[in-house]
């Protein structure tokens, strides 16, 4: 018995001496053994952050017009979106996206009526329209692309395509300067719906000739904007915008009797909105 208790006592001293841990008992942990930890990144919240625009805007009556009205206007940008595994842009005010991205593009135009303008005596009202629709664009930190295809929910019920680029200048934090040039396509009926003139028409009103316009360009302009930020949540935005109607929108009895040019005047406040919970 004593020959074998021996060799064991041996082993556990050469055990020991390793710094293996003993095979019975409570392992004991000595100052010296490290601690390592895991943890899962913080998962964001669901929610957006986006910013909202409420404006008062200054443009002629009807597409030929050259009385002004005024009305309200309003624009959206989303900046941050999560819903679940959905998540789109970025929650850092100050990244700004570059490259090939889709987004959402939306338009309003004013009703038309003769009783508001006789000079359309005769000619049908065009109830007012709301577009929508989306496109791609390209950015740099300088530079902004865009194709639109919009289709008249509301109203005209017809397709239009908006081709546009923007030079883009920030000489701080709070300034931002766009402008650039404009194009404009519209469908045979958004043509017909705007700048047409059926023969009743015609024979209601007594001067304003029949008219039937194809599909095509419809007006070329320039858009310049400016937008100053108070803050971090409150700006102000500054948009005019101009446009020559071309082609058959050019060449209809209505555009003749008023004018060929287009204005805008669009002034607002802005307020960014950041929903995460």
Do not use: C
């Amino acid at each position: 018995m004593t020959a074998t208790r021996r060799p064991l006592a041996a082993a556990s001293l050469l055990i020991a001496s390793m710094g293996v841990p003993a095979l019975s008992g409570t392992p004991t942990a000595t100052p010296s053994d490290p601690v390592v930890s895991y943890s899962l990144p913080a998962e964001r919240p669901n929610g957006a952050i986006f910013t909202v625009l409420g404006a008062a805007k200054v443009q002629p009556e009807y597409f030929g017009s050259d009385d002004f009205t005024v009305s309200p206007s309003g624009a959206f940008r989303l900046q941050y979106l999560k819903l679940g595994a959905l998540e789109i842009g970025s929650t850092d005010p100050n990244v700004r996206p570059t490259g090939f991205g889709p987004h959402v593009s939306f338009r309003a135009i004013p009703r038309r009526s003769a009783s508001e303008s006789p000079e359309l005596t005769g000619l049908d009202s065009v109830d007012f329209s709301i577009e929508l629709g989306g496109g791609l664009a390209y950015r740099t930190q300088n530079f902004e692309a865009f194709l639109d295809a919009r289709y008249g929910v509301i109203g005209h019920n017809s397709w239009v395509a908006e081709l546009g680029a923007d030079y883009i200048a920030r000489p701080n934090s709070r300034w931002t300067f766009k402008a650039g040039p404009r194009l404009l396509w519209g469908s045979d009926k958004y043509a017909d719906t705007y700048f047409g003139v059926t023969p009743a028409e015609s024979a209601a009103n007594g001067t304003l000739a029949a008219y039937n316009p194809s599909a095509g360009l419809v007006s070329a302009g320039l858009e310049v904007g400016a937008h100053y930020a108070f803050n971090d949540r409150w700006g102000v935005d500054t948009t005019v915008t101009y446009a020559r109607f071309l082609g058959d929108a050019e060449d209809s009895p209505i555009v003749q009797q008023g004018t060929k040019d287009w204005w805008r005047l669009r002034v607002g406040l802005t307020r960014k909105f950041n929903w995460l919970r």
